[in-house]
């Protein structure tokens, strides 16, 4: 099943590429994670962000003079460290590896000779791949693969992204709207309203 829904983005960029041969444009992009955890619940987590990077590409296909579509492809490695809840001598870390799929809307803001300035929005839908738990506290193990959290994750992003010739520069915010943990974990331990929460930076580079 999980194969299946991967599939159909993959297929969904593919029909584009197809359909819009000649005004559609495509990129490598690569750069930093620095994610932690927001919601309710939230305050069992720390303030520490856990740093992982993001890579992948993208597509840009053109609408309007000053506007693209801009769906990507990405690797995003995510999560959060827990320092109260159980103790606050020992901190538990959940690392969180997904395939992302965000369909961003580019929109030009400012143009100075050949540097742009562009903001980007949207939604995203992410499918986990990996996740981890490890922690300092010795009556805990670490582990992989626990089953504690959803294998769907989906929000919005906004961001800023400068653009010189082919090369691009970007920082973006995106919040998660969905609770990282699944409804039987959650409902053992107070941690239903539990989302992402990820700046990422990142340095893009269309195909010429």
Known sequence: MKKVLLVYPFLFFTFIVNSYAETFEIGFKGGMNFSNIY?????????????????????????????????????????????????????????????????????KALTFQKLKMNVVAGPYIAFLLNESYSTSDPIYRTSSNTGKFNYFDFGLGFGVSFELENIIFEGRYEMGLSSVFNGSYA????????????????????SV
Not at 61 to 80: I, N, R, V
Not at 194 to 203: D, E, W
């Open 39 to 107: 919601g309710k619940d939230a305050p069992f987590f720390g303030q520490d962000v856990l740093i992982g990077i993001n890579s992948g590409f993208f597509g840009e296909l053109k609408l309007l003079d000053f506007l693209a579509f801009q769906p990507e492809t990405s690797l995003d490695f995510k999560g959060g460290q827990e320092n109260a809840f159980f103790s606050n001598q020992f901190t538990h870390k959940y690392s969180l590896s997904y395939l992302e799929f965000p369909m961003m809307l580019k929109a």
């Open 187 to 206: 409902q053992l331990i107070p941690l239903k309203d539990v989302k992402n929460s990820v700046f990422l930076i990142s340095v893009d580079r269309k």
